[in-house]
C-alpha cells in the first residue's frame, strides 16, 4: 500500500475521531464550563447555569424600565449599556422569573460565600485569606468564574505586587471562556451585613480581579444564574453536527478517488 494512501487514512480517521468526539462530549475546552446550548452555560464544579451573555439586560429588559444614560446615583431602571442599581437588577430577576426565561424561574444574582465557610471577613487583603481585596472571591460564585473557571489573573499577585501591562491583555478578562459580554463590576446577590455601610451589597470587579463591597445606588451589571445543571447538546443538534462530519468525510473520500 502507498505511503500517500495510509497518510490519507490516518487523516481521515483522525478527523472523524476528532469530530466526532466533540459532538459527543461537550467538554472539550474548559473542563468545567459546558455549552448547554440556548444561550445557557453549565457549571459543573459550582453546579450552577450561568447566561452565557453576561450582559444580557443591554438588550433584553423584560419590562424593567430603561433610562437615559445618567451618573445620578440611585437612579432606578437600566441604562443603555445594560447597567443598573442593585435594586434595579433584583427587580430585573424578579421579572426574568415572572417570564420564565428559558423555561426557569428561579433565577438569581450570584452569591458571594466566605473563603473560611464561616462568615464573610471584610478586612482588606491581597493574597486571597480574606474576602475583600484583590484576589479574593475564590469561594464566591463570581470570584470563582473569574479565577478558576476561566483562569483569569487579577492585576495584583498574592505577593502585593502589581502586574506590569494593562486589563484585558495581561491581567483581567484575557479568557472570556465560552461567555459574552462580560462587563467590569457585576451586583451578587449578597448583602453587607455592617451598620458601618447601610444599604451596602458585595460586588466583584472583573476589570481588576477584585472583591469589594458598594453602596446599593451605584449603577454595575447583573448576570444571572440559577442552580443545578441542564442538558448539555440537545440531540437534535447533535445529530445535526454529526451529519455534518460525515459529509465532510465523503467530501474527502470523493477527492482521494480523484487523486488515485
Known amino acids: 500500500m502507498a505511503i500517500s494512501s495510509i497518510s490519507s487514512r490516518r487523516v481521515r480517521v483522525s478527523f472523524f ?4 468526539t466533540s459532538v459527543l462530549n461537550p467538554r472539550l475546552g474548559n473542563a468545567s464550563l459546558i455549552d448547554a446550548s440556548n444561550g445557557l452555560i453549565n457549571d459543573t464544579t459550582l453546579n450552577i447555569v450561568w447566561l452565557k451573555d453576561a450582559n444580557l439586560a443591554a438588550t433584553e429588559s423584560f419590562g424593567v424600565n430603561r433610562i437615559e444614560q445618567t451618573n445620578f446615583f440611585g437612579a432606578s431602571g437600566i441604562r443603555p449599556d445594560g447597567s443598573m442599581t442593585w435594586e434595579t437588577a433584583q427587580a430585573w430577576i424578579e421579572a426574568m422569573n415572572a417570564a420564565k426565561y428559558k423555561g426557569f424561574e428561579d433565577w438569581r444574582l450570584p452569591y458571594t460565600k466566605p473563603v473560611n465557610g464561616i462568615q464573610l471577613d471584610d478586612i482588606y487583603s491581597f493574597d486571597g485569606s480574606t ?4 484576589n479574593a472571591g475564590n469561594s464566591s ?3 470563582h468564574l473569574f479565577y478558576t473557571g476561566l483562569g483569569n489573573l487579577g492585576e495584583m499577585t498574592t505577593g502585593g505586587d502589581f502586574r506590569s ?3 484585558g491583555v495581561d491581567w483581567g478578562v484575557t479568557n472570556s471562556g465560552p461567555f459574552e459580554n462580560i462587563q467590569t463590576q457585576y451586583w451578587s446577590a449578597t448583602e453587607y451585613s455592617s451598620t458601618l455601610i447601610p444599604d451596602a ?7 481588576r480581579g477584585i472583591q469589594n463591597v458598594s453602596l446599593t445606588g451605584n449603577a454595575f451589571y447583573a448576570w444571572a444564574v440559577r442552580d443545578g445543571q441542564i442538558a448539555a447538546v440537545p440531540i437534535p443538534a447533535a445529530v445535526m453536527q454529526l451529519g455534518s462530519a460525515l459529509i465532510c468525510l465523503a ?3 470523493r477527492k482521494q478517488k480523484k487523486n488515485e
Not at 474576602?131 to 484583590?134: A, E, H, V, W
Not at 451589597?201 to 476589570?207: E, I, Q, S
Open 201 to 207: 451589597v458585595w460586588f466583584f470587579n472583573t476589570y
Open 141 to 143: 460564585e463570581l470570584g
Open 17 to 20: 475521531v476528532i469530530v466526532f
Open 165 to 167: 501591562g494593562d486589563s
Open 251 to 253: 467530501a474527502m473520500r
Open 131 to 134: 474576602d475583600f481585596g484583590n
